[in-house]
């Protein structure tokens, strides 16, 4: 397809009053990603080279979001909400630009496969002026009906205007439409509002292309594709659906998920093979994960690389900016932030680890802090190669540890160690004999009183 020019009109303006939400229902997200941007995501991949975006007037948290997840969309305003073929028109300009092939998508579709795109523009090569995009559902109520004959796309019946015979059809429209680009002003132009709603109705283009000799037909993709959301049922029933087919793309990519149904991955999640990940785990945003690394049981990750080989968790919390090089680890109960973990470092449990860099080899102990904020500023801590930090330590940035360093356990240590130095930063024990029981002696006098 890639000879061939196309422009992907994705409709975006709905308010999405079923979620019952102060946000856009095409920002609602699925795997962490708005459902307009999987939508977007889906139509770079069939080859879309341009990219028109129609909001709602006043909808200035799609358009903000517009310019993170497509900044090279156009984006077009539907000043009141006239239907969808109104709405594909507010892209007038860029239709007229004259592109082979125009497809006109829905933000609330995440779901849809570039492979279904693929098909529809296939058929437009072939010659169809129109083609819909349609699915088979066992139980077809509620959907529009796909009336063919003889491989030709005769017309898009609702429901509710359908004979008896036509309610039986189980071949449903999923609303994407593909339309020659040569065709598909003139088409949308001739749309009318004769109907109840007094709405331009972009599924009235089949019969007005029908009506002028022009091929239209349709092409079959699965009820995955033409899952719209209308509220946060649905939204989960999407979440579900997606889950379950990255899941499924991992294992057979060489990953171990030992408990598939509990492992939850975001829209760009990178898992190398030979990774093992054990049940309740979490994947955020910005994740990457190299080859034969072990993830441990309800651990939590975003914006994190963790290397190969590496031993995470379990319940351990890889936050932003986290690096954890090849062999590292991060055990139990521990936390790193905006930290490089050098290559075969560890972290058993119990730590905090922020805005600090461990260097290769070195060893924290349990309990250990990098004490790295103020109330007001960020500072960084640098911890050699090699060097070991004793349990229950605090270490208070900005502050190096030399490489080989010593730093015994249970000290706050607020100047920088040099080399294969070791550092106490702690009170000299005092004991005082019989003192406790003399202490236990007042209190509950004292108490008593």
Not at 21 to 46: D, F, I, Q, T
Not at 254 to 268: K, R
Not at 353 to 372: E, Y
Request: proline content about 3%; glycine content about 12%; aromatic content about 6%.
């Amino acid at each position: 397809m890639n000879s061939r020019s196309c422009l992907s009109i994705v409709l975006a303006a709905g308010e999405g009053t079923r979620m019952k939400s102060a946000l856009p229902k095409v920002l609602h997200k699925v795997a962490g990603l708005p459902m307009v941007a999987h939508v977007v995501r889906a139509a770079e991949a069939a080859g879309a080279g341009e990219l028109a975006l129609v909001i709602g007037h006043g909808a200035d948290e799609v358009r903000k979001a517009a310019e993170k997840f497509a900044p090279a969309a156009k984006l077009f305003v539907q000043e009141k909400r006239l239907g969808t073929a109104d709405a594909a028109l507010a892209a007038r300009e860029d239709i007229a630009a004259g592109y082979d092939d125009v497809l006109v998508m829905f933000g609330d579709t995440p779901l849809i496969d570039a492979g279904a795109l693929v098909a529809a523009r296939e058929k437009l090569a072939e010659g169809a002026a129109v083609v819909v995009l349609g699915f088979r559902a066992d139980e077809p109520t509620g959907y529009g009906r796909l009336i063919e004959k003889d491989g030709k796309l005769l017309a898009i019946r609702e429901e509710k205007d359908c004979s008896e015979e036509e309610r039986r059809i189980t071949f449903c429209n999923s609303g994407l439409m593909a339309i020659a680009g040569a065709h598909a002003l003139a088409l949308l132009d001739a749309v009318g509002n004769d109907n109840a709603k007094g709405e331009y109705y972009l599924t009235d283009i089949v019969e007005i292309a029908g009506g002028q000799g022009l091929s239209v037909v349709a092409t079959e993709a699965s009820f995955e594709n033409a899952l719209g959301i209308n509220n946060r049922v649905q939204l989960a029933e999407a979440e579900a659906i997606w889950q379950k087919r990255r899941r499924e793309a991992a294992m057979l990519s060489g990953v171990t998920l030992i408990a598939p149904e509990t492992v939850f991955f975001s829209f760009d999640t990178e898992i190398g093979p030979d990774t093992v990940v054990e049940p309740n785990v979490f994947f955020g945003p910005g994740v990457t994960v190299g080859a034969g690394a072990k993830i441990h049981a309800y651990s939590h990750f975003e914006g994190a690389n963790i290397g190969p080989g590496c031993d995470i968790g379990p319940f351990a919390r890889l936050r932003p900016g986290a690096a954890l090089k090849a062999r590292a680890k991060a055990g139990n109960f521990v936390e790193i932030k905006n930290a490089t973990v050098e290559e075969g470092a560890k972290v058993n449990h119990l730590t905090y680890i922020g805005d600090a860099r461990i260097g290769a080899g070195a060893n924290i102990g349990a309990g250990t802090i990098t004490c790295n904020y103020d109330g007001y500023s960020k500072f960084f801590t640098d911890i050699g190669e090699g060097a070991f930090v004793g349990s229950n330590s605090s270490l208070v940035a900005p502050v190096s540890i030399g490489t080989g360093a010593y730093i015994a356990s249970g000290s706050v240590i607020t100047e920088s160690v040099p080399d294969d130095a070791l550092a106490f930063g702690r009170a000299r024990q005092k004991t005082l004999p019989g003192k406790a029981k003399e202490l236990r002696a007042r209190r509950a006098a004292a108490k008593k009183a």
